[in-house]
């Protein structure tokens, strides 16, 4: 017989914690939900706060460049970046930011993100926003590409995908710019997919429009400045279809360009076949943009 709530011995129903993604209950010393897998340590730091934090989900195609990306964000937020400062919740929030910058640091870029959800690293920061003394908490993991994308191909392999977006207060949809601008399709029908997986979830009638924020991130616009100069046309011109769905699907889209390498080396070695891609310098750009426009409407 399946362990019901009305089976679980009294003991442990008084301790039971629901999880933060999925509101599965979990025993009070789970470190992972048994459901979706998220860690319940968000639950834990949560505790005292009134207001339970928002989720804010990072998505795109696998090597788009979202570990990059959100690592570089936590860092630039922690170090009190442009109208914000940020405060970790629970130490296990700064390995993400840590694991980024150190390997940069070193000149080489983070490795792929594992594929299961227990091996994901989860960001939990208390944002303060100076200019109109606002407190947000917010909650984002670092999801794998290739998850995301199986989660889309056949909805419900991923438990704790389909929870995040259908429960998230805002989504950067990052998309490989330098690729669509190369004029490869698949930036393009990856970012539709993606879309019409949140339309579909969401469950919104044709005639409504999803008004969830959604930042659409041009990713590596190094390799194509044109796309900070005009995101929109960029997209438009580029991303045809995902610029389409996104004008009769989503009420609340806006662009932007992002880049975080100023120069980069190519590299080979006798022990490897392939060319591994090597950042000389950091120089971020457009980083914090998307935040703050996902940030002024949570
Ligand atoms: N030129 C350029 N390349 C970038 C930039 N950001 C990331 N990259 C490249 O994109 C690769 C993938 O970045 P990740 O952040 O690991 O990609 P990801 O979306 O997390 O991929 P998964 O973990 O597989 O989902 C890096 O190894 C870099 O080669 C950028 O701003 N400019
Ligand atoms: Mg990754
Ligand atoms: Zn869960």
Request: some cysteine.
């Given at each position: 017989m399946s362990e019901t709530y009305a089976t679980v011995p009294q003991a442990r129903i008084g301790v039971a914690v629901n999880c933060m993604i999925c509101g599965t209950p979990n025993g009070p010393d789970a470190p992972q939900c048994r459901q979706c897998l998220a860690p319940m340590a968000l639950v834990h730091d949560a505790g005292a706060q009134e207001a339970p934090p928002a989720l804010v989900s990072i998505i795109g195609e696998s090597n788009v460049g979202k570990t990059v990306y959100l690592g570089f964000l936590l860092d630039m937020l922690s170090q009190r970046a442009g109208d914000f400062e940020a405060i970790p919740r629970g130490a296990y929030s700064i390995d993400l930011q840590q694991t980024v910058i150190s390997h940069m640091a070193a000149r080489a870029f983070p490795p792929k993100t594992p594929m299961e959800a227990d091996r994901w690293l989860w960001a939990y920061y208390q944002v303060h926003q100076r200019s109109a003394d606002r407190w947000v908490d917010l909650v984002m993991p670092d999801m794998a590409g290739e998850s995301l994308a199986a989660e889309v191909a056949s909805p419900r392999t991923f438990r704790v995908i389909r929870d995040l977006l259908t429960r998230s207060a805002g989504s950067l949809l990052l998309i490989d710019a330098a690729l669509a601008a190369n004029g490869s399709p698949q930036p393009d029908f990856f970012g539709m997919k993606m879309l019409s997986y949140i339309d579909s979830m969401r469950g919104a009638r044709r005639d409504q429009r999803i008004d969830t924020p959604t930042a659409v991130v041009l990713c590596k616009a190094d390799h194509c400045p044109e796309a900070f100069d005009d995101p929109r046309r960029f997209a438009e011109a580029n991303l045809n279809r995902l610029w389409n769905l996104c004008l009769s699907r989503f009420s609340n889209v806006e662009f932007f360009a992002a880049?975080?390498?100023?120069?980069?080396?190519?590299?080979?070695?006798?022990?490897?076949?392939?060319?591994?891609?090597?950042?000389?310098?950091?120089?971020?750009?457009?980083?914090?943009?998307?935040f703050q426009w996902i940030i002024d409407q949570v």
């Amino acid at each position: 017989m399946s362990e019901t709530y009305a089976t679980v011995p009294q003991a442990r129903i008084g301790v039971a914690v629901n999880c933060m993604i999925c509101g599965t209950p979990n025993g009070p010393d789970a470190p992972q939900c048994r459901q979706c897998l998220a860690p319940m340590a968000l639950v834990h730091d949560a505790g005292a706060q009134e207001a339970p934090p928002a989720l804010v989900s990072i998505i795109g195609e696998s090597n788009v460049g979202k570990t990059v990306y959100l690592g570089f964000l936590l860092d630039m937020l922690s170090q009190r970046a442009g109208d914000f400062e940020a405060i970790p919740r629970g130490a296990y929030s700064i390995d993400l930011q840590q694991t980024v910058i150190s390997h940069m640091a070193a000149r080489a870029f983070p490795p792929k993100t594992p594929m299961e959800a227990d091996r994901w690293l989860w960001a939990y920061y208390q944002v303060h926003q100076r200019s109109a003394d606002r407190w947000v908490d917010l909650v984002m993991p670092d999801m794998a590409g290739e998850s995301l994308a199986a989660e889309v191909a056949s909805p419900r392999t991923f438990r704790v995908i389909r929870d995040l977006l259908t429960r998230s207060a805002g989504s950067l949809l990052l998309i490989d710019a330098a690729l669509a601008a190369n004029g490869s399709p698949q930036p393009d029908f990856f970012g539709m997919k993606m879309l019409s997986y949140i339309d579909s979830m969401r469950g919104a009638r044709r005639d409504q429009r999803i008004d969830t924020p959604t930042a659409v991130v041009l990713c590596k616009a190094d390799h194509c400045p044109e796309a900070f100069d005009d995101p929109r046309r960029f997209a438009e011109a580029n991303l045809n279809r995902l610029w389409n769905l996104c004008l009769s699907r989503f009420s609340n889209v806006e662009f932007f360009a992002a880049s975080v390498v100023g120069s980069l080396a190519y590299g080979t070695s006798a022990r490897q076949e392939f060319v591994s891609l090597i950042p000389l310098h950091t120089a971020l750009r457009g980083i914090l943009e998307p935040f703050q426009w996902i940030i002024d409407q949570v």
